[in-house]
């Protein structure tokens, strides 16, 4: 029996996610899912984004299934900071694997890298404050004037999140990303020519390289959006920040069908949770148009990560060929609604397993 916790969360994490599972059933019936009711709703309702005991119980599984979080009736912020960012840290998922991968029926073209970002640090940081409340700096550069005495009332005031990088996190990071990145090509991305911080990045990326004997390439993360969108094909596996890597992935995806198509797995050495790249889209949620690929691929990276490689394969094949046959679903252009294009693929994933 393999046990999974699922949060659907909100908008079309909500319309998606308990259909993918239902999928999942119907190919391997020894999974069992454990629902967990964290939305804007109950945050609404109740004040909660997620409890200790929820934290505690989500500990307990080897992968969480997470559709999206996040709406319009909610502060910016509550929900991204209370639930995801949270898990991600709790839970200690140090690194995201977001794989950019084209189906050339929808692109045209067959572009494969992954981001593979570091998941806890940088600027993803609590270390924040203004200078209200902390009165600790002292420095006067003739326009900022962080000399402790600051005038609430004047433009005096400053706000301030202090990016982190810490060397044992680092280490574990650049290990499991070359041993995800095999013998592919590595390009390692930051900003270490205007951000201090990143001289310990790049001193540990070259660091844990060589037991791996690998050559890896670095480059700024300007010239690497620059060079993505020019010759996409150049990079295979991309190394990036948590930053960085958050708005590289998103450009990735733009490249290979968009946001639809981007999966992402989350993981740690004991817990991992997959998730797709997009949000929770309020504004298309509960109208049957939300692509449902990028959680389908989720839940593909999920089953291969706790060893279901065969069900994995099989919606892996499932997909393509439905893909393959015209089945497209609208983002792309096509007449596929969210749940007719799950069910195509549900059925092609029972032909296939009475084949086997
Ligand atoms: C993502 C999201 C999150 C992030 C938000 C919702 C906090 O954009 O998973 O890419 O910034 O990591
Ligand atoms: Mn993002």
Redesign the pocket.
Known sequence: MVDIAVIPGDGIGKEIIPKVCEMLSTIDSSIDFTYYGISSERYLNKGITITDEEIEDLKSYKSILFGA??DFSVKPGVM??GV??KLRKELDLYM?IRPAISFKAITGNNINMTILRENKEDF?SDISGNFNEHKTFNKNDGFYNYNGDINIESDDQIYYTMGFLSRKNLKRFFRSAYKIAGSENITVTDKANAVPMYSLWREIAMEEAEPFKREIAFEYADSLAYNMVRNPKKYSYVIAP?LYG?IL??MASSLTGGLGYAP?GNIGDKSSMF?P?H?SAPDIAGKNIANPVASILSSIMMLKHINQTETASIIEKSLENVIGEGIIPVESGGHAGTHEFIEKVKNQCSLLKNEI
Request: charged share 25%.
């Open positions: 979080i996040g991204e900071q995801i960012l995201n993803y948590n958050d992935s998103d992402s998730e790249v949000g």
